[in-house]
Structure formats: C-alpha cells, structure tokens
C-alpha cells in the first residue's frame, strides 16, 4: 500500500481519488478537509514539503503538493482542485515553516490567495503589478516596467518613457 | 645653332591636392618637425593627439564588474589564464562603475534589473562603452515573449558591440573586444580627416 491509499483508508470522505503521477503516489483532495489531511501527511512522516504549484487550467485551478519523507524515502502528492473564480485555500504555513516562500511565490505567480498565511505578499515582481503572470488570461499586450523610487524601492508602471531611450 | 634647351627646373608644378597621410603632413608642413628631429637624432614620436588618445584608451579598457545571467560565467571564463584577456590590458574588473570605462551586459536584462543597469551606466564617466553580450542582453533570447524580460538593452542604454550567443564562446567574446577596439582606434576628428590610419 502506498502513501496516498493509506492516506485514503485514513481518511475516506478528504481523498476524492488515488493515483500515480511520475512514480508518486498522488491523492486528489477536497479542498474543506487540506488542513486535516496535512495534519495526517505529517504524522505519517512527511516532514518536507518541497513545492507547491499552481497551475491555471482555464476553466479551473489546481494546486499541487509534492511532499518528502526523509526518514521513508517516500514521496507523496496531494492537489486540491479549485473553482476559477476567486480561488483561495488553507495555508500550510503552521504545519510546514517552508511552506511561506512557496505559497507567497504561487500568489504571485497564478494568484491564488491562502488564508491564514502570516505575510502573503508577492515575492517575486515588485509590489503594484498588475496581474498574475502564469494566468492563461493574464494581459500580454500592456508592457509594464519597473522604475526606481526615491529610496531605491521599486516602481511600477505602465509608461516606460523615463526608463527607455528617447529613439 | 643650338636647339632650345628648356630648364625643366624653373617651371613649378601645379600643387596638388593632398590625398594620403604623408602628403597632408607635408601639406601643413608638420612633416619638417619630423625632419628636424631625424637630424637631431631626435627622440620625438609624432603622432596625431587622437591616435594617442585612442590608444591608450583602447589598451586600457577597464570592465565594470556585473554579471546578470549566465554569460557572466563565460565573462570569468575570458578573464582567467586561459583566455586571458589581460593581454588587452582588460583583467582589471572595477568594483566601482565610476573607475570603469566599459560595460558588459553579459545576461538577460528583467524588467526589475533594468532600472539598476541604466543607473549603473548613467555612473560611469565618459568616455564609456558598452558591450551586449548573448542573444538576451541583445534581443531578448529566448524570454523575447516573456513579461519580465527587457528585448534588448539597447532600449535603456547605447550599446557599440552585440556578441551573439547563448553563451558566446570565450573566442567570440575577445572577437568582440577586438571589435570594439577597432572602433575606438577610428574614434575622434583624425579618423574624419584620414589622419588615424
């Protein structure tokens, strides 16, 4: 039995399916019932948390969990899957310190909110962008640039003029 | 009786517009100075103002020290023994842009580096150059699509060489070097003049 069976005997109504991804042992998860899974996962001897990923399916989204166990050797993926529309989940952050950056760095990215995260700021595109990046229906066509303030934080804005050469 | 006989020696040419090097210093009469040295057995170099300006601006082009992407590996690549680009009096990478005179771009130019690389440039005192190297700091590369990635860094800064590759190889970097000095060798009015050569 592997870790997402044994994660659905553990707890039947929170685990949707079972699977395998890339020789993982994949669990869909109901989004209501994350913190008690992850509460399960760590018991079980997942102490790492490698990556979160969101991903943007157009009509949906998807975040997914890849987990470690450095005492099993074993690997485990959890995804929750989300509604297009405002999408927000539970942070992991009180079970899994690393799980911070990683969740502040899908916020940025795809724009998925967690409640209950300490600080859930972009990580990495300056403060006032507009948009998420990674989305499919995110604005190619209006370019922004990044400008330096007057204490050297950064600037964002639509028009490049101070920023690029007058041709 | 006789044949006349014509002393070629009196008629006094047509002067003729000066053309080469050689003729312009003889035209402005420059080329006497030189004259006057040999006799002397002079030690005088004479040379146009530019040509030494230029020359010792091109045997002493002083790198700033930023690295953006990975060309910056390649960029120390070219610096170390093998390639050595000391032997163009370059191996002295400033810690400083104000003690720099040339700039390589070596790496992809984000939108949020893009504003520090122009600050860095706008530090440097004249007369500087700038050297984009990689297919990112020229056009983008491979992020040309990307949200993030300036195409190009001539659109913040002036460049004077583009050294394509991803990365370029050493050999293409001291290529470009070389280009760059050729440029700097025709810089100035001796150049307009025909005086450089």
């Keep these: 039995m592997n870790a997402a069976e044994e994660l659905k005997r553990l707890l039947p109504n929170a685990v949707v399916s079972t699977g395998i991804q890339i020789n993982k042992p994949l669990a869909v998860i109901r989004k209501e019932e994350l913190l008690k899974v992850a509460e399960d996962v760590k018991e079980m001897g997942f102490d790492h948390l490698s990556v979160i990923t969101g991903i943007d399916y157009t009509d949906r989204f998807e975040v997914v969990y890849n987990f470690f166990s450095y005492g099993k050797k074993q690997n485990l993926v959890l995804k929750v899957i989300l509604g297009h529309d405002n999408p927000e989940i539970d942070s992991l952050t009180t079970f899994w310190k690393g799980a911070d950056w990683l969740e502040r760095e899908t916020y940025d990215l795809v724009g998925i909110r967690f409640t209950g995260h300490p600080n859930l700021t972009r990580i990495l595109l300056p403060e006032g962008w507009i948009g998420h990046p990674l989305r499919k229906d995110y604005d190619m066509k209006t370019e922004q640039f990044v400008m330096l303030g007057e204490d050297g934080e950064d600037v964002v804005s639509t028009d490049g003029s101070k920023l690029l050469r007058r041709k | ?197």
């Design chain 2, 1 to 197: 009786m006789d044949p006349v006989t014509i002393d070629t020696t009196k008629i006094k040419p047509a002067k003729k517009k000066p053309e080469t090097a050689l003729e312009k210093l003889e035209d402005t009469g420059l080329i006497n100075t030189v004259l006057a040295a040999k006799e002397r057995e002079g030690l005088i170099l004479f040379s146009t103002v530019d040509q030494i300006i230029n020359w010792a601006r091109l045997s002493s082009l002083w790198p700033v020290t930023s690295g953006l992407a990975c060309c910056a590996i390649e960029m120390m690549a070219v610096a170390m023994a093998h390639h050595d680009i000391a032997r163009f009096g370059m191996e002295i990478f400033r810690a400083s842009p104000r003690q720099a005179d040339l700039m390589f771009v070596a790496g992809t130019v984000t939108k949020k580096m893009a504003p520090r690389v122009k600050q860095l440039y706008e530090m440097m005192p004249e007369p500087k150059w700038v050297i984009a190297v990689g297919a990112c700091a020229s056009t983008g590369g491979p992020y040309h699509e990307s949200y993030a990635v300036l195409k190009g860094v001539d659109l913040i800064i002036p460049v004077d060489v583009y050294i394509p590759g991803c990365p370029p190889r050493p050999e293409a970097w001291l290529y470009g070097v070389i280009q760059l000095r050729e440029k700097i060798k025709n810089e100035g009015y001796g150049a307009k003049w025909g005086l450089n050569k």
